[in-house]
């Protein structure tokens, strides 16, 4: 019977947690010994005696928490705990099991640190898109509640309204929206927008997705280009030179009557492509806003802060980051959902059931007994698979 440890998340602001009370009690059902860290669900408005009805233990120390489970459910990649001083990969015993996001294609020390304990670590970022990984896509789950959560932060800051209104007064004009990148998040963004009542444009170097936008009731922004600009899962590669030299010129005919601009394009695996430069920005109309939710890998716009609210001439610029956190209620609840199918996927009636030609368990099993599994990470990080 496995025992499953969920701490409490330490990256500075964030609320999130990686099991919520109904996926608790369905782990506790199928066979699981679970615990938390106390006050793991604070943030997400889940009280500790929440849990416990639900069939789980609580654990006051975090260092026993880690030490005694075989598998550990997390959001954030492990990092160096701020109480215990300790590397939270470390604070795995050995042997044990990892599930979390881990972008390991950048974290070459943290891989290096699995590796030494031996830990089987499944990377919820890398879980395939295929239709049977439908209900563990977390990045899909948390890019959803960050394009809705970035309309209503424009909402917030923009000096304006979002719908048309007729009033005794006069008409009250809609809010213009430019959408950068038709991914989920920029989807969901679209369909906030338009649900306030704002007229959405959306550009994106993919032609696949001028249907889904359109279907939205926004405009795509056309800029010719061919079929390559995205891989065979879904995801957009990035633009050619040329391509970008014609979207910027289409963009900046849009950013010069913008009311709100919102960036959403990202690469996995790579920095965020900067699609907004400063002198683009200083074109934008005086209190438009900028609502930059690829900050957390650096950012679309030229001049974003991450984690930062700034202003650059007159234009409001938001590069909060995890901005899924936001509205840790329903970013949890789904977070939760999407590990537990993978939980439920890799195991039977509460033990491990590995199926290492499984195309799910190829697709998110990075380390496993020392060894480094996944061939895309040993590209990145030059490191030699095994034989």
Not at 145 to 170: D, E, R
Not at 287 to 307: F, H, K, M, R, Y
Not at 338 to 356: C, F, I, P, R, S
Request: charged fraction near 20%.
């Amino acid at each position: 019977m496995l025992k499953i440890f969920v701490p409490k998340e330490t990256t500075a602001g964030e609320t999130r947690v990686a099991a919520s009370v109904e996926t608790t009690t369905k782990l506790v059902k199928a066979g699981f010994l679970v615990s938390f860290e106390a006050g793991a669900g604070l943030g997400s408005s889940i009280i500790d005696p929440q849990f416990s009805a639900a069939g789980a233990t609580i654990v006051p120390d975090v260092a026993e928490g880690y030490a005694a489970a075989d598998l550990v459910l997390k959001l954030h990649p492990p990092a160096i705990h701020p109480r215990t001083g300790a590397h939270e990969a470390e604070m795995l015993r050995p042997g044990a099991a990892l599930v979390s996001f881990l972008y390991p294609n950048t974290q070459k020390e943290l891989v290096e640190r699995l590796l030494a304990q031996k830990i089987s670590s499944f990377a919820m970022d890398l879980v395939p898109r295929i239709t049977r990984a439908q209900k563990m896509d977390a990045l899909s789950s948390q890019s959803n509640i960050a394009g809705y959560k970035s309309v209503l932060l424009a909402a917030q800051h923009l000096p304006k309204m979002f719908p048309m209104m007729m009033t005794a007064a006069g008409t009250i004009t809609p809010a213009k929206v430019v959408i950068l990148g038709a991914g989920v998040a920029g989807l969901q963004a679209i369909a906030t927008a338009k649900r306030l009542g704002a007229l959405v444009e959306v550009s994106d170097i993919r032609p696949q997705v001028k249907e889904q936008v359109e279907s939205l009731g926004a405009r795509f922004i056309d800029v010719p280009t061919d079929s390559t600009a995205q891989d065979q899962g879904g995801y957009a590669r990035e633009a050619s030179a040329e391509f970008k030299r014609r979207q910027e010129e289409e963009l900046r005919k849009r950013l010069r009557v913008a009311d709100v601009v919102i960036t959403t394009a990202l690469i996995p695996g790579k920095p965020a492509p900067k699609l907004l430069s400063a002198d683009m920005v200083r074109e934008m109309p005086l209190g438009s806003v900028v609502v930059d939710i690829a900050s957390d890998q650096g950012g679309n716009c030229e001049l974003t802060q991450p984690g930062e609210v700034v202003a650059c001439n007159g234009v409001t610029i938001i590069g909060l980051c995890n901005v899924a956190s936001l509205v840790p209620v329903h970013a949890t609840e789904v977070y939760a959902r999407n590990v537990l199918a993978l939980v439920q996927h890799l195991t039977k009636a509460g033990e491990w059931a590995l199926d290492l030609n499984d195309e799910i368990v190829q697709g998110t099993l990075v380390t496993h007994q020392g060894r480094l599994l996944h061939k895309s990470v040993a590209e990145a990080l030059k490191i030699p698979l095994p034989a």
